[in-house]
């Protein structure tokens, strides 16, 4: 029996526990989520690693992307790229590798990290330049047997959807890679999205193995101006269609989202999505709400990603300074796991069930701060060896900080009430 499955039945699993455990929630309430489909528990059945809750009621969880490219092959550099990620903070690593032998790559990364980890087999099902169905589903079958414990599936990529996209003439057509890649090999084949005409067998083999399907956003607008269009909803609906059938067959599922959206667009787009899909945890990919910030643009994506997560979204995929420019280096995963993982608690701190939880950090950094209990707040900081470092690096004789010396109004008000 899947997660989903035992769930539904009314009988509790480890996974539940842990999840219930870690999340300061009833066991029951985690339980009856599962059954929903409004949570889902990334671990696979192969694979020793604590299992993570995404969806309603629990902490807002981010992912880093980690991955050789073409031009780029060093997969020690991607392991320790996924370890720094994890331990900053990120609650699921993906690997996202195109360059070089990809099961050694995934299989060292699945080795190295006690997270999640996430993959994409079409990437791998693409280096056959001659690729056909078969080579999608096994390399999804690859994937699962190897322990991956969620996959991206562009499922929603379908010949309707491609039609809306040439109607709608965007300024970026597809921006997603595995997008990309399905809608050349429908326009080369001239036939449906395999994963689509064939869902019930890519079920069968995701029920095998309980691994979660990510549901891919091939047409994610790539652009502020193609925000919340037809190609993207079309493919929207789709997602919704392919929750209820993967639910019905006991498979978890998560839906993916934009991209890039105006910020006066996102808690309306999230809404949206979720009615949509059915209440399935929403992925999102930033939301990026501007284009002009590359080399900042892990900002322009927490700051769509905190205000998408206070409408609802459940996991986001971090966004590193290099995004639309390079591939990241180790430094650059760090900084972008970090500003990400900010935005998750941004929006924690208007979440139900986790919002007390949340504010009781915040609290505990405020008193730190009244206190001027410098070691505390560095044990308190989302990255204590950047506060340390800045610290240090602008010395002052005071017990306050360098900014106001003997004028700091922390300390002035403490002295004065304290006669
Ligand atoms: S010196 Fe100024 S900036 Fe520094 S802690 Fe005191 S009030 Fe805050």
Redesign the pocket.
């Given at each position: 029996m899947t997660l989903i499955e035992t769930a539904s039945r009314g009988q509790i699993t480890p996974e539940m526990e842990a999840v219930a455990q870690a999340e300061g929630i009833d066991v029951q309430k985690v339980r009856r989520l599962v059954a929903d489909g409004r949570l889902a528990i990334l671990k696979s059945a192969t694979r020793d690693v604590m299992p993570v809750g995404i969806g309603e009621l629990v902490r807002t969880k981010i992912n880093t992307n980690v991955g050789t490219s073409i031009d780029f092959v060093d997969m020690e550099e991607e392991i320790k790229k996924a370890l720094v990620a994890a331990k900053h903070g990120a609650d699921a690593v993906m690997d996202l590798s195109t360059g070089g032998d990809l099961n050694v790559i995934r299989r060292r990364i699945l080795d190295a990290v006690s997270v999640p980890v996430g993959s994409v087999p079409i990437y791998q099902a693409a280096q056959n330049p001659d690729m056909n169905s078969d080579d999608m589903f096994n390399a999804v079958r690859k994937h699962a047997a190897d322990g991956i414990d969620f996959m991206t599936i562009h499922a929603g990529v379908t010949l309707s959807a491609v039609e809306h996209l040439k109607k709608r003439r965007r300024i970026l057509d597809v921006v997603s890679r595995g997008g990309a890649f399905m809608v050349v090999w429908m326009a080369q084949h001239e036939q449906e999205n395999p994963f689509y005409a064939e869902y019930d067998y890519l079920l069968e083999i995701a029920r095998e193995y309980d691994v979660a399907i990510s549901l891919g956003d091939g047409m994610r607008p790539g652009c502020i101006s193609d925000a919340s269009d037809a190609p993207e909803f079309t493919e929207i609906v789709t997602l919704g269609e392919l929750v209820c059938r993967a639910r019905s067959k006991g498979v978890q599922t998560i839906v993916e989202g934009p991209g890039h959206v105006p910020l006066d667009d996102v808690g309306a787009s999230v809404i949206a999505m979720k009615r949509l899909t059915h209440y399935a945890p929403l992925y999102l990919l930033g939301p990026l709400v501007t284009d002009i910030g590359p080399g900042y643009d892990h900002i322009t994506g927490a700051i769509g990603g905190a205000v998408a997560g206070m409408y609802g979204a459940d996991f986001l995929c971090m966004v590193s300074p290099t995004e639309h420019l390079a591939l990241p280096t180790i430094e650059d995963v760090k900084e972008g796991t970090i500003v990400t993982k900010i935005a998750a608690h941004v929006a924690d701190l208007t979440k139900d069930g986790q919002k007390d939880r949340a504010k009781t950090w915040d609290d505990r950094m405020a008193h730190a701060?009244k206190n001027?209990d410098w070691d505390a707040q560095f044990n308190l900081a989302i990255d204590p060896e950047k506060a340390r470092k800045i610290r240090r690096g602008r010395k002052t004789s005071s017990d306050?900080?360098s900014?106001?010396?003997e004028?700091?109004?922390?300390?002035i008000m403490r002295d004065i009430l304290k006669e």
């Amino acid at each position: 029996m899947t997660l989903i499955e035992t769930a539904s039945r009314g009988q509790i699993t480890p996974e539940m526990e842990a999840v219930a455990q870690a999340e300061g929630i009833d066991v029951q309430k985690v339980r009856r989520l599962v059954a929903d489909g409004r949570l889902a528990i990334l671990k696979s059945a192969t694979r020793d690693v604590m299992p993570v809750g995404i969806g309603e009621l629990v902490r807002t969880k981010i992912n880093t992307n980690v991955g050789t490219s073409i031009d780029f092959v060093d997969m020690e550099e991607e392991i320790k790229k996924a370890l720094v990620a994890a331990k900053h903070g990120a609650d699921a690593v993906m690997d996202l590798s195109t360059g070089g032998d990809l099961n050694v790559i995934r299989r060292r990364i699945l080795d190295a990290v006690s997270v999640p980890v996430g993959s994409v087999p079409i990437y791998q099902a693409a280096q056959n330049p001659d690729m056909n169905s078969d080579d999608m589903f096994n390399a999804v079958r690859k994937h699962a047997a190897d322990g991956i414990d969620f996959m991206t599936i562009h499922a929603g990529v379908t010949l309707s959807a491609v039609e809306h996209l040439k109607k709608r003439r965007r300024i970026l057509d597809v921006v997603s890679r595995g997008g990309a890649f399905m809608v050349v090999w429908m326009a080369q084949h001239e036939q449906e999205n395999p994963f689509y005409a064939e869902y019930d067998y890519l079920l069968e083999i995701a029920r095998e193995y309980d691994v979660a399907i990510s549901l891919g956003d091939g047409m994610r607008p790539g652009c502020i101006s193609d925000a919340s269009d037809a190609p993207e909803f079309t493919e929207i609906v789709t997602l919704g269609e392919l929750v209820c059938r993967a639910r019905s067959k006991g498979v978890q599922t998560i839906v993916e989202g934009p991209g890039h959206v105006p910020l006066d667009d996102v808690g309306a787009s999230v809404i949206a999505m979720k009615r949509l899909t059915h209440y399935a945890p929403l992925y999102l990919l930033g939301p990026l709400v501007t284009d002009i910030g590359p080399g900042y643009d892990h900002i322009t994506g927490a700051i769509g990603g905190a205000v998408a997560g206070m409408y609802g979204a459940d996991f986001l995929c971090m966004v590193s300074p290099t995004e639309h420019l390079a591939l990241p280096t180790i430094e650059d995963v760090k900084e972008g796991t970090i500003v990400t993982k900010i935005a998750a608690h941004v929006a924690d701190l208007t979440k139900d069930g986790q919002k007390d939880r949340a504010k009781t950090w915040d609290d505990r950094m405020a008193h730190a701060r009244k206190n001027l209990d410098w070691d505390a707040q560095f044990n308190l900081a989302i990255d204590p060896e950047k506060a340390r470092k800045i610290r240090r690096g602008r010395k002052t004789s005071s017990d306050a900080c360098s900014m106001c010396g003997e004028l700091c109004a922390i300390k002035i008000m403490r002295d004065i009430l304290k006669e």
